[in-house]
């Protein structure tokens, strides 16, 4: 019914990395039906939420037949699982520098489910977040709920009546070349923190002064730009310009 094989788009991230933290993901199957999924954890990084996004969808449709495509905006876990971890296993679970491969344990989860389902039926897909790609739109709310512990109705039903674009997919997928830290596996540094309390945004240098900020209003906003064009993405997905902060 769609004319594509299954689609899933995941997300996944944490407000204080470590801190509360959430997971989604939408998964989109040839017969037109959708089932979204989410969850949430304290204690936890940006990385280790994006990478049970991952898992917990493939997880999903074991035993469900078919190639995967898989969308998401974490240039950590595409490189991951598409280069670094024949690497990482050759040395066991070291990085070249010969120190431990962060978050093993959920890296060799979605090993296993890649190899349970033959990795070569699974196709990899960079989406960059807060560019108004739909799927990658959703699955951002839904992990942003859950690390909030917000509450969200998850759709499960058929496609014609889902209400979202989900199927209108970017076209240059192509994962962006990549930094020092990331090739050494290590989280990147946030180029700003920003965050909106009543109906006012403001930019931040550190996690510690968004967080207090934030503390304690329910309905406030918040997120880590990585670059000044994701900065201005994320302002304009809130309905604000850069000139507002």
Same mark, same amino acid.
């Given at each position: 019914?769609?004319?594509?094989?299954?689609?899933?788009?995941?997300?996944?991230?944490?407000?204080?990395?470590?801190?509360?933290?959430?997971?989604?993901?939408?998964?989109?199957?040839?017969?037109?039906?959708?089932?979204?999924?989410?969850?949430?954890?304290?204690?936890?990084?940006?990385?280790?939420?994006? #990478?049970?996004?991952?898992?917990?969808? #493939?997880?999903?449709?074991?035993?469900?037949?078919?190639?995967?495509?898989?969308?998401?905006?974490?240039?950590?876990?595409?490189?991951?699982?598409?280069?670094?971890?024949?690497?990482?296993?050759?040395?066991?679970?070291?990085?070249?520098?010969?120190?431990?491969?962060?978050?093993?344990?959920?890296? !060799?989860?979605?090993?296993?489910?890649?190899? !349970?389902?033959?990795?070569?039926?699974?196709?990899?897909?960079?989406?960059?977040?807060?560019?108004?790609?739909?799927?990658?739109?959703?699955?951002?709310?839904?992990?942003?709920?859950?690390?909030?512990?917000?509450?969200?109705?998850?759709?499960?039903?058929?496609?014609?009546?889902?209400?979202?674009?989900?199927?209108?997919?970017?076209?240059?997928?192509?994962?962006?070349?990549?930094?020092?830290?990331?090739?050494?596996?290590?989280?990147?540094?946030?180029?700003?923190?920003?965050?909106?309390?009543?109906?006012?945004?403001?930019?931040?240098?550190?996690?510690? !002064?968004?967080?207090?900020?934030?503390?304690?209003?329910?309905?406030?906003?918040?997120?880590?730009?990585?670059?000044?064009?994701?900065?201005?993405?994320? #302002?304009?997905?809130?309905?604000?310009?850069?000139?507002?902060?």
């Amino acid at each position: 019914m769609s004319g594509h094989g299954i689609v899933v788009f995941t997300d996944g991230g944490a407000k204080g990395n470590p801190g509360s933290g959430g997971w989604g993901a939408v998964i989109v199957t040839p017969e037109g039906r959708v089932t979204e999924l989410g969850g949430g954890a304290t204690d936890v990084t940006n990385n280790q939420m994006e #990478l049970t996004g991952v898992i917990e969808a #493939l997880k999903a449709l074991q035993g469900t037949l078919g190639e995967v495509a898989i969308y998401m905006d974490s240039t950590y876990v595409i490189n991951g699982i598409t280069n670094w971890i024949w690497g990482w296993r050759r040395r066991g679970w070291r990085t070249t520098d010969g120190t431990d491969v962060l978050n093993r344990e959920l890296w !060799e989860r979605l090993s296993h489910l890649a190899d !349970e389902r033959d990795a070569a039926t699974i196709a990899w897909h960079y989406v960059r977040g807060h560019t108004g790609v739909s799927g990658n739109e959703r699955v951002d709310e839904i992990a942003t709920a859950f690390g909030l512990n917000r509450s969200i109705d998850l759709y499960d039903g058929p496609l014609t009546e889902y209400g979202r674009s989900i199927l209108d997919l970017p076209d240059d997928t192509a994962v962006p070349p990549r930094t020092a830290s990331v090739l050494a596996g290590q989280p990147k540094r946030a180029y700003s923190y920003l965050s909106v309390v009543d109906g006012k945004p403001v930019r931040h240098a550190t996690w510690p !002064e968004c967080e207090r900020r934030v503390r304690g209003h329910s309905r406030a906003l918040y997120k880590k730009a990585m670059s000044r064009a994701d900065e201005v993405a994320i #302002l304009r997905a809130w309905n604000f310009e850069p000139g507002d902060v």
